[in-house]
């Protein structure tokens, strides 16, 4: 079983070597060398093959974007197939998912309308279809041997990490999945949990060393908590003292606002990480982020005010640029 033949995911794969390993480890065990000598001699050989390829695949880097999606419930008929209809809308959602996600990472934030920015840099191919509840491997174009993670991967992920949230039982785990979300992405997911609520489905995911199961209970849970949410963005310039953390990408702004002094807390985007390493297309040299806070800056932040029901409102903010210093 290797990655030259069929796509598959590389977690589906790992645990497939390991039930195959954990198989012979157990026929092993039931015979001695003494009593089967030939038995003992062809399992033994096969167990040292099968951990050969399990070093193999897990010492290999992945760092191109790969996504299982498995379907389950009301379109799926048993291992013959699936609504073709909600199969193929699915995953339009998704990919729109990973392109709204993937745009608003790498050239700023989305406009609450209009079209996606270079949309097309951000296609997956359908690589597999996986039969039983009907699944797709998703996979990011273009060569496999990138030695650090593509942006396309790390958007993928950050997908990822939202689904599992937004259905969890947890409401302080959803909470940190809607601090991640913006405007645009919150209606394609509204959209795509309605669709699997009217639909009957369930939905698993694999991706990297993530596996999880949205069952009929965390999809309705999910459709609920994302009709139920309103997104309010705006943008603004502010003058203030920056703290930065390169490596977490947090930030902390000091500023004043009407006499009084304010704090901002939040994620920092990658384009400020950009600025920061003098990658920037502007060819603005690159900034020591120690040096940052030594004098006030003008940056311009977002902030997105999250309403739920039965909630006070709650504002997140995230740093977008750093414009210049205030000498």
Request: net charge negative; proline share 5%.
């Amino acid at each position: 079983m290797t990655r030259k033949g069929t796509a598959m995911l590389r977690k589906l794969e790992i645990d497939a070597l390991r039930a195959d390993l954990s198989a012979v480890e157990a026929m092993l065990a039931s015979r001695s060398e003494a009593d089967d000598p030939i038995g003992w001699y062809q399992f033994s050989a096969r167990k040292e093959e099968i951990e050969q390829q399990l070093a193999q695949v897990m010492a290999a880097p992945l760092a191109h974007a790969e996504l299982g999606i498995f379907f389950g419930g009301g379109p799926v008929q048993g291992s013959r197939g699936i609504n073709a209809d909600f199969a193929g809308k699915a995953l339009e959602d998704l990919q729109s998912l990973v392109s709204k996600r993937f745009s608003g990472r790498e050239f700023g934030p989305l406009a609450p309308r209009g079209p996606v920015p270079r949309m097309d840099t951000s296609q997956m191919l359908v690589t597999n279809i996986v039969r039983g509840s009907v699944g797709f491997v998703l996979e990011e174009a273009g060569a496999n041997g990138q030695m650090v993670d593509t942006p396309l991967k790390m958007a993928v992920d950050e997908i990822a990490d939202i689904l599992s949230r937004v259905g969890a039982d947890d409401e302080a785990v959803f909470e940190e999945a809607a601090t991640e979300m913006d405007e645009r992405l919150l209606a394609t997911l509204r959209q795509f949990f309605q669709r699997l609520d009217d639909y009957g489905a369930t939905l698993r995911v694999v991706d990297g060393t993530r596996d999880f199961l949205l069952d009929r209970q965390a999809v309705s849970l999910a459709c609920e908590r994302t009709h139920g949410m309103e997104i309010e963005e705006r943008d603004a310039e502010m003058i203030g003292t920056l703290y930065l953390l390169p490596e977490s990408k947090r930030f902390e702004f000091h500023t004043m606002r009407g006499g009084e002094r304010h704090v901002l807390r939040g994620a920092v985007s990658p384009y400020v990480i950009r600025q920061i390493e003098g990658r920037v297309e502007d060819d603005q040299p690159a900034i020591d982020a120690r040096t940052i806070a030594q004098t006030p800056w003008r940056v311009a932040i977002k902030t997105r005010e999250l309403r739920e029901r039965n909630r006070p409102p709650r504002n997140v903010h995230a740093l977008q640029r750093l414009i210049r210093p205030q000498h």
